[in-house]
Every structure is written in C-alpha cells, then in structure tokens.
C-alpha cells in the first residue's frame, strides 16, 4: 500500500549538497506527472519542484538554479539534487503525484537539516 518511499536525507553545512531519492512502488510510473514537497516547521507544505511525464520541469523560485528534479523511469524512480542548500531549506522532503487531493496520503518524507 505504500506508494512512495523517500531517502538521502540528512545534516548538511550552509552551501552543501544532498541527494534524495524517491522509490515508487507503482504501475506505470512513467504516465504520471510527479512532484517534490516539503514541509518546514510552522509552515504549510509546499511544491519545491515537478517533472512531467514527457521530462519538463519546473520550480519554486526559492530553489530556482540550486535544486535539479530527474527521473529513471525504468527504476520507478525519482530524484532531487540539491546543490547550494541554505538554512532555509530545511524541512521534510516528499515525494507525490503533482495533483494531489485532501485525502492524498503522504509518506514518512526524508529530513533534510541545513546547519552549521
């Protein structure tokens, strides 16, 4: 029943890099529109990237030029490469469809902590 298994979080310097990983346990992966979230404290969930099914790609403006959304298709799998992290970015990563719902459900999300 779990769709979505996200990794690659951790602890990293202001101006460091991390890599998340999103594995999909679902059929056709390659039809659907998928998207990164994230969630810091206090604050709403928000979009931070999203990649079509034909590989176009878009971004919040915070994350503009720092972050890189890819996808292997034939690994049902997703990615978010995050270069240049600011404290700012600090939230729990998730990974979903881009259209989500109210009864959308959501994984764990992999940590992400930007610190010195």
């Known amino acids: 029943q779990v769709q979505f298994v996200e990794s690659g979080g951790g602890l990293v310097q202001p101006g460091g890099s991390l890599r998340l990983s999103c594995a999909a346990s679902?059929?056709?992966?390659?039809?659907?529109?998928m998207a990164w979230y994230r969630q810091a404290p206090g604050k709403q969930r928000e979009l931070v990237a999203e990649?079509?099914?034909?590989?176009?790609?878009n971004y919040a403006d915070a994350v503009k030029g720092r972050f890189t959304i890819s996808r292997e298709n034939t690994k049902n799998t997703m990615y978010l490469q995050m270069n240049s992290l600011k404290p700012e970015d600090t939230a729990v990563y998730y990974c979903n469809f881009r259209t989500v719902r109210i009864d959308t459900k959501w994984g764990q999300g992999t940590q992400v902590t930007v610190s010195s």
């Open positions: 990649i079509s099914i034909g590989g176009s790609t």
């Open positions: 679902i059929s056709f992966f390659s039809l659907y529109n």
